[in-house]
């Protein structure tokens, strides 16, 4: 991971920590259940979230890292609002998969598995995400679009910069300094 | 951990042979080394459970009712039962053996452990590519267990594929370790490395003080948390460890000679013993 594009840690609230526990009774069986609601309010684990729920479930901290890091849905690194899977599957490599990701990747100056510094933006390369039919394919959060160009997909990632579910909520602005539009500009310039 | 219930009374076994007796609820590999038989393993400990990480121990089982079925086990993990026909010595065995270091072999190029056990096995070089950038680690996860059972876990492993590794939270030092250097004692490799100086101890990042004897000063082979954690944990005396091996053997001395002169006195008891407190 490049040094410049790790994001900032941004202030964690412990208050959804404690809320998230009090959820479930206090023991070992429920820490997969809690990392996976702590992923889904932080969009990361924070590791003052991670200290807490150890003590709170009587499990080890090092035991709470060790399943943190094993399960790929955990990250302990902020992810991004977005996050952009780019499919490297078969059927999406072949029609032009390799593309599409270093379009991204340029366009949002991060690599795959990296965050963009504003938080708007996670890129990752993953496996076959079944919908071959479509190739190539990038999922947004949940979002599946197929069919994909180099052109799409700058429109992708310019309304994704915008909105929250992609969905044409253009009328979040996007800011001057993000990482996209410096991408672009640099490009066009 | 299942153990199938087959009463109390011991039973025998053949190991390669021989009949050997073995009692409910162990494993095939306890049975064999008490009968002197040599199962070569990386990964089990008398202190801590089976686990069956390194594969070396494996052998073959069969019963005379299996009709010809062989089926290659876990020494470390097959619980021993009556009847039971075990091959450590097969064409078969060495075999996956043979396999089990090579892949090692592998992994950590470097372990002088490894190297000797694969050399004994007739294996003089990895036929597969090494790993880049190889450390010692065969990830046996022996240390990780030492910890848990008999000290603080404050080690785990983490990550998982390729990129497993033994490691602490963050990979900083771990908070909850108190130095007792169990992890790099039972590490069969000796991946886990650690440095003392004086009464100073360091190890995976952290640095500890030593305990020091209360009379003469002199540092004990142990550090100050872990002196703590074990008169916590099993009801010892604050006073436990605070004296060196020398200074306690004076103080008994001491103790000794009192005793004696106050018998010479005619006296059964001392007057005063409260200043003999002390350890043990
Ligand atoms: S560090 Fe040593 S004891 Fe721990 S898993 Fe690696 S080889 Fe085994
Ligand atoms: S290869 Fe991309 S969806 Fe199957
Ligand atoms: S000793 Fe049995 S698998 Fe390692």
């Not at chain 2, 069969?188 to 100086?197: D, K, S």
């Not at chain 2, 000794?256 to 002390?278: I, N, S, V, Y």
Request: hydrophobic share 40%.
């Amino acid at each position: 991971m490049s040094a410049q594009s790790q994001p900032q840690f941004p202030p964690v609230d412990l208050a959804a920590t404690e809320a998230i526990l009090a959820r479930y009774a206090a023991e070992p069986k429920h820490l997969i259940s809690v990392l996976q609601d702590l992923q889904l309010h932080y969009r990361y684990l924070p590791r003052e979230a991670l200290e807490r729920v150890g003590a709170a479930l009587g499990v080890p901290l090092a035991k709470v890292y060790g399943v943190a890091t094993f399960y790929k849905a955990f990250s302990l690194t902020p992810r991004g609002e977005k996050i952009l899977r780019v499919c490297t599957g078969t059927a999406c490599h072949i029609r032009g998969a390799p593309l599409i990701l270093s379009e991204l990747q340029s366009r949002l100056k991060i690599a795959a598995g990296e965050t963009t510094p504003d938080l708007r933006f996670s890129l990752e390369a993953v496996n076959c995400v079944g919908a071959c039919a479509l190739a190539p394919v990038v999922m947004e959060n949940d979002t599946a679009h197929g069919n994909l160009s180099v052109t799409k997909v700058r429109r992708l990632v310019r309304s994704g910069a915008a909105g929250s579910r992609g969905r044409g909520s253009a009328e979040l602005p996007r800011p001057d300094d993000s990482p996209a539009k410096k991408a672009e500009e640099s490009e066009e310039s | 951990m299942s153990e199938v219930n087959l009463g109390d009374a011991p039973f025998t076994m053949t190991i390669d042979g021989k009949r050997v007796e073995a009692r409910p609820g162990e494993m095939v590999l306890a049975a064999a080394k008490r009968a002197g038989i040599a199962i070569p393993t990386l990964c089990e400990h008398k202190a801590v459970e089976s686990f069956g990480s390194c594969r070396l121990c494996m052998v073959e089982v069969t019963k005379a009712a299996w009709k010809g079925w062989k089926g290659l086990m876990t020494a470390c993990l097959y619980p021993a039962a009556p009847d039971l026909i075990i091959e450590t010595q097969s064409e078969r065995v060495l075999h996956v053996r043979r396999n089990v270091l090579d892949l090692l072999l592998a992994r950590c190029p470097d372990s002088t452990l490894i190297q000797r056990l694969a050399a004994e096995h007739g294996v003089q070089q990895t036929s597969f590519s090494v790993r880049e950038q190889p450390d010692l680690c065969i990830l046996c996860g022996l240390c990780v267990r030492i910890c848990e059972s008999a000290a603080t876990s404050a080690i785990s492993t983490v990550k998982r594929g390729h990129h497993r590794e033994i490691g602490t939270p963050w990979g900083g030092p771990p908070p909850a370790c108190i130095g007792c250097l169990a992890c790099a004692h039972v590490c069969p490799t000796g991946h886990i490395t650690f440095e003392e100086h004086g009464a100073t101890r360091a190890i995976w990042g952290r640095s500890f003080e030593l305990q020091r004897c209360a009379e003469c000063g002199a540092p004990l082979p142990i550090t100050v948390e872990q002196a703590s954690f074990l008169v916590e944990r099993q009801a010892l005396d604050a006073s436990y460890f605070s004296r060196c091996e020398s200074c306690q053997r004076r103080a008994t001395a001491q103790t000794f000679g009192r005793l004696a002169r106050w018998q010479k006195l005619g006296l059964t008891q001392e007057p005063d013993a409260r200043q003999e407190g002390g350890k043990r």
